[in-house]
C-alpha cells in the first residue's frame, strides 16, 4: 500500500492518496462524470475475451520483457477493452496480457470502452 502526501498553499487544505494493487498499479481511475468515455479499471484475466489470440502469435522475448518489468514496477500502460453487452473484449495489449497470464496475477489494468456489436466486428475484420 502506498500514501501520498500533498503539502498545498495554506489557502488550501492538504489531504491524503491510499491505493493498492494486485500487480502494483493503481487499483481503479474513474472515467468521465457521468459514465461517458472510457474508464481505467482492473479486470480479471478471464472475464476478457480474446478473439484473435488464435490468429497471432507473440514475440516470446517481449513478453519476457515485459513481464521483468511488470514484476519490477507493475504494468504501465493499461490494455484497451471494448465492452459489448457486458463483455469484455481484448484486441490490443497481447504481449502484456500474456505477461499477467505467466506471472499468475489474476487481473490487469484496462482502458475499456462501450462499443456495439457492430464496433466489434469492425475489429474482427
Do not use: W
Not at 17 to 42: F, R
Amino acid at each position: 500500500m502506498a500514501n501520498l502526501m500533498l503539502r498545498l498553499p495554506i489557502s488550501l487544505r492538504s489531504f491524503s492518496v491510499s491505493a493498492s494493487s494486485s500487480n502494483g498499479s493503481p487499483p481503479v481511475i474513474g472515467g468521465s462524470s457521468g459514465g461517458v468515455g472510457p474508464m481505467i479499471v482492473e479486470l480479471p484475466l478471464e472475464k476478457i475475451r480474446r478473439p484473435l489470440m488464435r490468429t497471432r502469435s507473440n514475440d516470446q522475448n517481449k513478453v519476457k520483457e515485459l513481464m521483468n518489468s511488470i514484476r519490477e514496477i507493475g504494468l504501465q500502460v493499461p490494455i484497451d477493452v471494448i465492452e459489448v453487452d457486458g463483455a469484455y473484449y481484448g484486441f490490443s495489449g497481447c504481449h502484456r496480457y500474456e505477461a499477467h497470464q505467466k506471472l499468475g496475477l489474476p487481473t490487469i489494468r484496462c482502458k475499456i470502452r462501450k462499443g456495439t456489436k457492430e464496433t466489434l466486428r469492425h475489429h474482427l475484420r
